[in-house]
C-alpha cells in the first residue's frame, strides 16, 4: 500500500504544472489446489486516468482491476502457467531505486497479457542459478481490461497498439541469473521480445534487453546497491524505421534504517528520415524504514521529454503486509 504526492513545480508546459495526492494498493495472492498447481490472482487500485491539466488533483479517478489471472503448474525445475500475466523482459522498471527511478523504464515494462508462459531453474553449483523463461501472448482484450469505480474503458483490438492482436503472435524469451559463488550478490538477465503490430501500427517490433546488479554489504554495516540495464527496440512501438535505446543505472545507500537512492535513464528516440530527440530523466532520493515495515521517502527529480522540461518533488509513504494460510 503506497500513498504518495508527486509535485511538478516547474514546467516547460504550464499545464503539467499540477500537484498529485494518490493511493496505490496492490494485493497478490497464490492459492494453492494441489501439490502441482495453484492459482495467481492480482489486484490494482490507483488512479487510472491521468490528472487534466492545470488541475491538482487529490484520491481522484481511482479504479480497481485485476491485473493477474492464471493458473500455474510445477514439475519439479519447471513451472507452467496460462491465463493473465507479465511476461519478463527487463527488471529496471521494477529494481531501479529511488521515488523516480523506475519511470522511463516502465515504458517497455510487459503486462497484463493474456497467453502461457514456462521457465526453467537449473543450479549450475558455483557458477549460480539460471532461470531460461519463454511467453507467447497479446495485449488483454477481455473485460478484465477494463476497471471498477473510476473506468479506464475496456480495450478493444481496434485500439490498436504492438501486441495487440488476439493472436499468439508476440513472445519473449528471458535468462536470468544469481548466485554465483565468485560474485556474491550479483545477479543479470538477459531478453528479447517480438511484438507484433496491431491495427494502427506499420511494422512489427523487436526488442532486446541486458542489465547486471550487485548489492554489496560493507564492512561498516553499510549496504551498497547497484543496478544498470540496456534496451534496445528497433521499429520501435511499430512505427516502421524508428528505433529507441534505454540505458538505466541506479544506485543505493543504506546504513540501518535510513537509505539514499541516486538514478537516471537516457532515452535516444531515433525517427525515420526525421532527426532524433534525447530524453532524460535525474533523480535523487532518501528515506528512512521503520521497524514496523512503514517506509517514508522524498524525492526529487529532474525530467526532459520531447525537449520540455519538468522538475518534480515527491513523498512517499508505503507499507508492506505478507500472510499465508495453511491447513
Known amino acids: 500500500m503506497e500513498l504518495g504526492n508527486d509535485w511538478v513545480f516547474r514546467a516547460d508546459d504550464p499545464g503539467a504544472e499540477v500537484d498529485d495526492l494518490y493511493f496505490l494498493g496492490e494485493l497478490g495472492v497464490k492459492l494453492g489446489l494441489t ?74 515494462e510487459l503486462s ?22 519463454g511467453h507467447v501472448f497479446f495485449v488483454d482484450t477481455t473485460f478484465l481490461s477494463d476497471s471498477i469505480f473510476t473506468r479506464r474503458g475496456r480495450v478493444g483490438i481496434g485500439d490498436g497498439g504492438i501486441g495487440n492482436t488476439e493472436k499468439l503472435n ?38 532486446f534487453v541486458a542489465g ?12 551498497l546497491g547497484l543496478n544498470g540495464e540496456i534496451a534496445y527496440f528497433s521499429d520501435a512501438a511499430g512505427l516502421a524505421g524508428d528505433d529507441a535505446l534505454y540505458t538505466t543505472v541506479g544506485l543505493s ?31 535523487v532520493s532518501a528515506g528512512y524504514g521503520f521497524e514496523n515495515g512503514i517506509d517514508i521517502s522524498a524525492g526529487y527529480a529532474h525530467v526532459r521529454e520531447a525537449d520540455l522540461d519538468y522538475d518534480i518533488i515527491g513523498l512517499r509513504l508505503t507499507k508492506s503486509f505478507e500472510f499465508t494460510s495453511r491447513k
Open 170 to 207: 508476440n513472445f519473449s524469451i528471458t535468462l536470468d541469473g544469481t548466485d554465483l559463488e565468485a560474485l556474491p550478490g550479483f545477479s543479470y538477465n538477459l531478453g528479447y521480445r517480438h511484438l507484433s503490430a496491431g491495427v494502427t501500427e506499420t511494422a512489427d517490433e523487436d526488442g
Open 112 to 133: 497484463e497479457q493474456i497467453g502461457f508462459g514456462a521457465t526453467y531453474e537449473f543450479d549450475a553449483g558455483a557458477a549460480g542459478k539460471h532461470t531460461l523463461g
Open 253 to 283: 545507500v543504506a546504513n540501518g534504517p535510513w537509505h539514499g537512492e541516486l538514478a537516471g535513464t537516457v532515452r535516444r528516440l531515433d525517427f525515420a528520415g526525421a532527426g532524433s530527440t534525447r530524453d532524460h530523466l535525474v533523480q
Open 212 to 223: 547486471l546488479a550487485k548489492e554489496t554489504a560493507l564492512a561498516s554495516g553499510m549496504v
Open 35 to 108: 501439490p502441482i498447481f495453484a492459482i495467481n490472482f492480482g489486484l490494482t487500485a490507483e488512479s487510472v486516468l491521468d490528472p487534466e491539466p492545470f488541475k491538482d488533483r487529490a484520491f481522484g479517478d481511482i479504479g480497481l482491476y485485476v491485473d493477474t489471472l492464471n493458473l500455474e503448474a510445477k514439475l519439479g525445475a519447471a513451472t507452467l502457467f496460462a491465463g493473465k500475466f507479465g511476461p519478463a523482459f527487463g527488471t529496471a522498471w521494477d529494481i531501479t531505486p529511488g521515488v523516480y527511478g523506475t519511470e522511463f523504464a516502465e515504458d517497455y
